[in-house]
């Protein structure tokens, strides 16, 4: 834990006010997950993923998706060496530790699927060879809000139900953006970040982080969760399994961060919003009215909080 800890102090030298944001990174590296950052631009997207990057002593790699950028352009090609006369493969800059794909929404349909594969098997297939990824191996992909951009294409769903958490970064506050003008005054905006964690490190993490217990109860609930997304007359489409056991991981990795050795049904509540809001399809009529945040607070309500959690 106090690695983690560390984590955040560091990446808190030049990332300002965002320690929700960087909790959910570190949950996210401890189940090899994925996460997707939306919000306006200039709020610090890229640099909220470079800075974690910095930090983990793993290989990056920044793939800028604009509409010509091709499948092979991210997966990798084999070419024709004139030299050896013969074929060599090169992959692509999906093959790293941290992939930031950046504003993934601006690439075709058909570009944004050659990261199915690799985000769900950990490995990419380049003209029939498969090529693993090495861990650890998260994308951090960051989009701008469909709706105030043209030229964007909307992520499908299957796309979507492979991050582990959908994070919507907001304006700092007033304090926060004096700090952000302090520190780009005097330099230390663009501070060099030390690596904190080791591979060796990380591992043990995620091997400490499989250990967090659920109970029935803690189970049952989660499960309760998931199947009112699937009956709610506002949803159209509800949450799938995957969605299911990412939710059970976040709860993990939230007690994992609180140094506790077991969930307690808030941990699940509060990674409710992160794991399932962008996994949902809400109905035409709900969407007129509604949003996410309401409908989810509906399928919470519906849900009975189990009392007795306990630790085993």
């Known amino acids: 834990m106090e690695q983690l800890s560390n984590l955040k102090s560091e990446i808190s030298k030049v990332i300002i006010g965002k320690e929700e944001e960087i909790d959910l990174l570190a949950i996210a590296l401890l189940f090899n997950g994925h996460i997707l950052l939306e919000s306006v631009p200039g709020t610090g997207k890229t640099q909220l993923a470079k800075s974690f990057s910095s930090c983990i002593n793993g290989e990056f790699s920044r793939i800028q998706f604009t509409p010509d950028v091709l499948p092979s352009d991210v997966t990798g090609i084999q070419f024709f060496n004139p030299k050896s006369q013969e074929f060599e493969l090169r992959p692509g800059p999906i093959v790293a530790n941290i992939v930031l794909a950046d504003e993934i929404n601006r690439a075709t349909p058909r570009t944004q699927s050659s990261l199915l594969e690799v985000m769900e098997e ?3 297939t380049i003209d029939g060879i498969s090529v693993k990824v090495q861990e ?6 960051t989009q701008n809000p469909v709706d105030s951009q043209q030229g964007t294409f909307q992520l499908p769903a299957a796309q979507m139900d492979r991050f582990l958490f959908k994070i919507e970064m907001s304006y700092p506050s007033i304090e926060e953006e004096k700090i952000i003008l302090r520190n780009g005054r005097l330099g230390s905006a663009g501070a060099e970040l030390e690596a904190i964690l080791s591979h060796d490190e990380i ?3 995620k091997k400490e982080v499989q250990q967090i217990k659920i109970n029935d109860a803690v189970e049952e609930y989660i499960v309760e969760v998931i199947r009112k997304t699937r009956q709610h007359p506002d949803i159209d489409l509800g949450a799938s399994p995957r969605a299911a056991l990412a939710l059970m991981k976040a709860a993990q990795g939230t007690a994992y961060l609180q140094n506790r050795t077991f969930v307690i049904p808030e941990d699940v509540k509060r990674m409710v ?3 399932l809001g962008h996994r949902l399809i809400l109905s035409t009529e709900a969407s007129l ?24």
């Open 203 to 205: 591992m043990q993490m």
């Open 122 to 124: 950990r490995q990419v």
């Open 273 to 275: 919003p992160h794991v």
């Open 289 to 312: 009215t509604k949003t996410m945040t309401n409908v989810l607070e509906d399928v919470l309500e519906s849900v009975p909080v189990p009392v007795e959690t306990g630790s085993i």
């Open 136 to 141: 650890p191996f998260m994308v951090i992909a």
